[in-house]
C-alpha cells in the first residue's frame, strides 16, 4: 500500500496540475498546494505531493513538515464546516510559527477526502496581503478539493489495477514454473518406477528362462550321454548319429525359439494394433508356462469372447505375467497344495474382461487398500512396484485394473475399451 502511494504522488495528472493553476489563478493567491496527510502517536506529518505558485522566491522552506497533534487546536477553531479559512494571526503555538515561517497572511484549507478517509489537504494561501475570502470563493475553493479528491481516488484506483494485474502476471509466471517443475519432477519419478519395475521384470524374464531351458538342457545331456555310451559298446553307427543329432536340434531350436519369444515380449510397441485377449494370454503363458508347471499349477482358460482390444499387446502381456507371478509366489508362501488359477476372457458392447483368478488364499488385509501404490510389498526382496506399473499400463490404455479379494483367493480384472469393429462378443 506504502508502494502504491509513493507512485500516486509521483504521477499526479496534468489535467489535476491544470485546474490547480487556474484555481490559483482565479483567486489570485500567491501558492496552491496538495499535501498527504500522515498520522503518527502524537504528530502529523504533512508531505507535499503538488505544488503551483506565482512568486519563486516564496517557495515552501520545507516539502515535510511535523506538527503536534495538540497544536492544532487553533487550526481547528477556523474550520467553517467545509474548509479551514483565516489568517496567521489567528493562529497560535508551534502552527503560528509555520505558517510565519512560510510568510503566510491568508490561507483556506480543505480536506481531501478519499473513501470516507482524510488522505489530505488542498491549500491556497496569500502571502502578499491580509484577506477575507468570499463564500463563493471558498465555494469553488470546497468543489475543487472534492474534485482532487475524485481525481486521486480514480487514479488509486487505476494504479490498484495495475498492480493487482501485474501481481496476477507474476502469480502466473510462478505458477507455471511451479507446474512445470511438478511434471519434470512427475515425469522423472515415473522414469524411475519404470526403471525399477523394468530391472524387477528381466530378473523374472531371466528366471522364467532358466525354467523353460531347464527341460531342454536335461534332454540334450541325456542325448549327450546316450551318445557316449553306444560309442562306448560299438553301437553308434551313421543312422544312430544322424538321428540323435536330429534330436539334438529340435531342442536347440525349442531354446532359441524361447529366445525368441522372450526378445519379441521385450520389443514395445510403438504404435497401438488390434488383437483379441487370448492372443495376448497365450504370449504371456509362453514365457511362464514352465515356470508354473515348475511350482504344480494348473492353468484354465474360458475364452468367452471374439472381441478386439486396440493398444499394445505386449504391456498387456507384461500385465498378465505380472498377475501370474504374484499368484505362483503366493502359493509357494503360503504352501498351497492345490495350486489353480482360472484365466476368463468376456466382453459386453463396451468392454472387454481378462478375469484372472487363483486359490491361493487372498490378499493381506494390510495393504488391500494400497495394493495399486508404488512400493507395497509383502514379499521380502520385492519392489513393490508390479501392480503399480500394471495398474499405470491399463489406466494409459484407456482401460482399469481392479482386485477383489475372499477368503480362498483374489480376482484380478483388466477392463478395456472394445475396439467397435471387432466382430460377436
Not at 219 to 231: G, N, T
Request: glycine fraction near 4%; include cysteine; proline fraction near 2%.
Amino acid at each position: 500500500m506504502e508502494s502504491l502511494q509513493k507512485e500516486i504522488e509521483a504521477n499526479i495528472d496534468s489535467s489535476l496540475v491544470a485546474a490547480l493553476e487556474s484555481l490559483r489563478l482565479a483567486l489570485e493567491v500567491t501558492r496552491v498546494t496538495i499535501f498527504r496527510l500522515l498520522s503518527f502517536n502524537d504528530t502529523y506529518r504533512l508531505k507535499r505531493i503538488c505544488k503551483i505558485q506565482r512568486i519563486p522566491s516564496l517557495s515552501m522552506v520545507r516539502d515535510e513538515i511535523d506538527i503536534q497533534k495538540e497544536s492544532m487546536a487553533s487550526l481547528a477553531k477556523l474550520f467553517d464546516g467545509n474548509v479551514f479559512v483565516g489568517h496567521s494571526d489567528q493562529l497560535e503555538g508551534e502552527v503560528r510559527i509555520l505558517f510565519e515561517e512560510h510568510r503566510i497572511r491568508s490561507f483556506m484549507i480543505a480536506p481531501i477526502v478519499i473513501r470516507d478517509e482524510r488522505w489530505g489537504f488542498l491549500t491556497v494561501v496569500d502571502c502578499a496581503q491580509k484577506r477575507r475570502f468570499s463564500n463563493h470563493e471558498k465555494a469553488i475553493f470546497w468543489a475543487l478539493a472534492r474534485t482532487v479528491g475524485e481525481s486521486l481516488k480514480r487514479q488509486q484506483m487505476f494504479l490498484q489495477l495495475q498492480q493487482m494485474k501485474k501481481e496476477m502476471e507474476q502469480l502466473n509466471a510462478t505458477l507455471q514454473l511451479k507446474i512445470e517443475e511438478e511434471v519434470r519432477k512427475n515425469r522423472e519419478k515415473d522414469l524411475m518406477l519404470i526403471q525399477q519395475s523394468r530391472y524387477a521384470t528381466m530378473g523374472e524374464m531371466l528366471r522364467n528362462i532358466a525354467h523353460q531351458w531347464r527341460q531342454p538342457l536335461n534332454i540334450l545331456a541325456l542325448l549327450l550321454q546316450d551318445l557316449k555310451e553306444a560309442y562306448e559298446y560299438g553301437e553308434l553307427t551313421e543312422i544312430y548319429l544322424q538321428k540323435s543329432i536330429k534330436k539334438c536340434l529340435i531342442q536347440i531350436q525349442h531354446m532359441s525359439c524361447t529366445i525368441n519369444d522372450f526378445r519379441d515380449f521385450f520389443k514395445p510397441h510403438k504404435e497401438a494394433s488390434s488383437f483379441r485377449p487370448f492372443q495376448v494370454i497365450r504370449q504371456a503363458l509362453k514365457i511362464i508356462s514352465a515356470s508354473l508347471d515348475h511350482y504344480d499349477i494348473q492353468v484354465k482358460i474360458q475364452n468367452q469372447t471374439k472381441a478386439y482390444i486396440y493398444g499394445y499387446p505386449n504391456e498387456l502381456s507384461q500385465v498378465l505375467i505380472n498377475l501370474l507371478t504374484n499368484a505362483r509366489e503366493e502359493f509357494v508362501r503360503r504352501q498351497i497344495e492345490e495350486r489353480s488359477i482360472w484365466i476368463r476372457t468376456f466382453a459386453d458392447e463396451d468392454f472387454v474382461y481378462i478375469e484372472i483368478k487363483d486359490n491361493a488364499g487372498g490378499i493381506d488385509e494390510s495393504i488391500y487398500p494400497y495394493l495399486f501404490k508404488p512400493y507395497v510389498t509383502t514379499k521380502k526382496e520385492g519392489t513393490g512396484l508390479g501392480l503399480y506399473m500394471a495398474k499405470m499400463i491399463i489406466t494409459k490404455m484407456g482401460g482399469d485394473l481392479s482386485a477383489h479379494s475372499e477368503k480362498n483367493g483374489a480376482t484380478f480384472t483388466i477392463c478395456l475399451p472394445r475396439k467397435k469393429e471387432g466382430r460377436g462378443l
